[in-house]
């Protein structure tokens, strides 16, 4: 019979491996590309200020949109000036905080979310003199995230050295 070899065959595998993906896909709330070439996505506060719009940006997080919207005190802790003279208070009074609480009043429903970051080892080409890369923040920054706030981060095999602070 046909319909069986083809439910068995390659192209059911195929569709089983794509309803995944976009199952995972449907949890992404935001997403951060670093690139060598280009030294603003490599740096903290540039992290920090776009991952704030990028959460703004999700329709799992409509609320926190909401909330940016029309707090005036989050949007100055987001603004890059602020992320820039305390990276640390941007994100957890900008960010962590205010999705903690979020969830915890049931205005966000999702059960689970996920952040990727691509590229943590090509921010160490732009390593600052002072403070943090994106890798180390991230590990400083990982026992404030809720728990239903997950990371995914690639990066190179050969560089993988530079991420041994993460504790994912």
């Not at 409509?62 to 989050?74: F, I, K, P, Q, V």
Request: proline letters at 5%; a negative charge; glycine letters at 4%.
């Amino acid at each position: 019979d046909p319909a069986t070899i083809e439910s068995e065959g390659i192209y059911c595998q195929i569709n089983v491996g794509q309803d995944r993906v976009r199952a995972l896909a449907s949890h992404v709330v935001a997403y951060h590309f670093c690139q060598a070439d280009n030294n603003s996505t490599c740096l903290v506060p540039d992290f920090i200020h776009s991952l704030a719009a990028q959460l703004c940006q999700s329709p799992q997080l409509a609320a926190y949109r909401e909330l940016l919207l029309n707090e005036s005190s989050l949007q100055n802790v987001l603004s890059v000036r602020e992320c820039i003279a305390d990276p640390e208070r941007a994100m957890k009074m900008g960010i962590l905080e205010p999705l903690s609480t979020l969830k915890r009043t049931n205005k966000i429903f999702t059960k689970s979310s996920i952040i990727l970051v691509d590229g943590l080892c090509e921010a160490e080409y732009h390593r600052p003199d002072h403070g943090d890369t994106i890798s180390s923040f991230l590990g400083r920054m990982t026992e404030y995230f809720p728990s239903w706030l997950k990371v995914i981060a690639t990066v190179r095999t050969k560089m993988i050295e530079y991420c041994k602070g993460l504790p994912y």
